[in-house]
């Protein structure tokens, strides 16, 4: 099980302690007793909403992906892409809304989360940003190398949730 180790090691990394409690503190401050803060993190839901905005992104993303592989005209694939990045601040503001209010090694995970979607986001808008000049199979690239990004981040989500139980209501 090294996966989870390997989780568990992101758990423990108190390196990443500085930097989450200052963004932490920012967040609240910014949030606390707004309208926003409820609202983004899904409190007129009953469950955070993050979960459910990041299937629009990433779906459209995969999307892309598979026409791009079976030779789909690079236009549709370059308005999935484009559908995607359109989606992905919805997602981003609910995630780090989530995110601040979650325990120090909770946090952890998440830093590490926000970091591979970053890499796997800027390796999308890379794509995209090809495909406008000159499309080729360093586009094709680029967009696969993100979606593997977003697929660790993916993990480490998960392991946040059901490993560690964020955003879990119990006993309710």
Not at 95 to 106: E, I
């Amino acid at each position: 099980m090294k996966i989870v180790k390997s989780f568990e090691s992101v758990e423990a990394a108190d390196v990443l302690d500085g930097v989450s409690e200052r963004a932490r503190k920012l967040l609240r401050r910014r949030l606390e007793d707004t309208a926003a803060d409820g609202m983004l993190r899904g409190g007129w839901l009953g469950h955070p909403l993050h979960p459910a905005l990041v299937v629009l992104p990433l779906g459209s993303w995969i999307s892309a992906a598979v026409l791009d592989l079976s030779g789909a005209d690079d236009t549709v694939v370059r308005r999935l892409l484009g559908v995607g990045l359109l989606a992905t601040p919805f997602a981003l503001a609910t995630g780090w809304a989530d995110w601040s209010t979650l325990d120090v090694r909770q946090r952890r995970v998440g830093l590490v989360h926000a970091a591979s979607n970053a890499v796997g986001l800027s390796l999308i808008v890379a794509s995209y940003a090809r495909r406008l000049r000159a499309p080729d199979r360093r586009a094709t690239a680029l967009c696969l190398l993100g979606l593997a990004a977003l697929g660790a981040a993916g993990a480490l989500g998960g392991h946040l949730v059901f490993a560690q139980g964020a955003g879990a209501r119990h006993g309710d």
